[in-house]
C-alpha cells in the first residue's frame, strides 16, 4: 500500500492540477464503481475477486483518461473497508482515496517522492513494465497524430453543443491538449438531431462544439462520414 501511494503522489507530480482531477474522478465515478463492487459481492472473497478482475481489465485499456477510477474505485474503497470501516461516514468530494488509506495505515509521503519512488519501483520493474509503458507511449502518440489529422487539421464538420445529452465509452478516451478530447465511440442528441459516431468525435475543452470529419456529401439529409452518421432533425 504504501509503494502505491508513493507511485500515485510522484504520478500527480508530472502535471499541474492532476491531482484535482484524480481526486474528482475517483469520488465520481471509482465511488460508484466500488458501491457496485460491495453490493454485487456475497461476502469479501467474492468483492475482492471483483476488485482485482477490474485491476486486470483496466491495465489492458488503451489509456487510462476517464477510465482509471472505474478500476481503483473499488480496489481502494474496499482496503478501506477492512481497515477503516467506518471511511464512507462523512465522505466529501474533497476526500482523496490515497489520503484516507494513508490515514488508515499511519503512512505519510515522504519529502523525498522522486528518489523514494525510483527506490520502490525497483522491486517490481526489471525492464518489462517501462518497456510496456514506452510501447503504450509510442501508441499513444501514433493514436494523437492520426486524430489531430483526422478532426483538427480538417476537412471537418462541426456541430453547436445547445441541449446536448450524450453516451460514451470511458474506455479509450484521447486527450488533444487545448483543441478537447477525442470519444472514439459516442451517441450525442441535440436540437439539430442525433450523431452516431463509430470512429472518433472530437469535443472542445467547453463543451459547446463537436467535431468529426467531413462528410461525403454535405447537402445530404442524411450526411454520413468516416466513422459517423447523423440524422437531422424536421425544420
Known sequence: IEDALVFRARRRLAAAGSGDEERALEMHEGLANYTGAALAGRDVSERVAGALRELDAGEKNPTFVRSFAYASGPAYGLLLDDLAPNWRKG?????DFGELVGAAIGFEIPGSIE?????????????????????R??????????????????PILRLPLVGMKIQFDPNGVLPLGDAGTVYPTARIVDSWGVLTVSDGVLIDKDWQRATVAAPKDPVERRPSGPGWTLEITDG
Not at 91 to 95: A, D, G, I, K, V
Not at 117 to 130: E, F, M, P, Q
Request: charged share 45%; hydrophobic share 25%; no cysteine.
Open 115 to 135: 528518489a523514494d519512488a525510483v527506490r520502490r519501483s525497483l522491486k517490481y520493474d526489471d525492464g518489462r513494465i517501462s518497456k510496456e509503458e514506452n510501447d
Open 91 to 95: 465522505l466529501t468530494p474533497r476526500n
Open 137 to 154: 507511449e509510442s501508441k499513444r502518440q501514433e493514436r494523437l497524430a492520426q486524430a489531430r489529422a483526422k478532426l483538427v487539421d480538417g
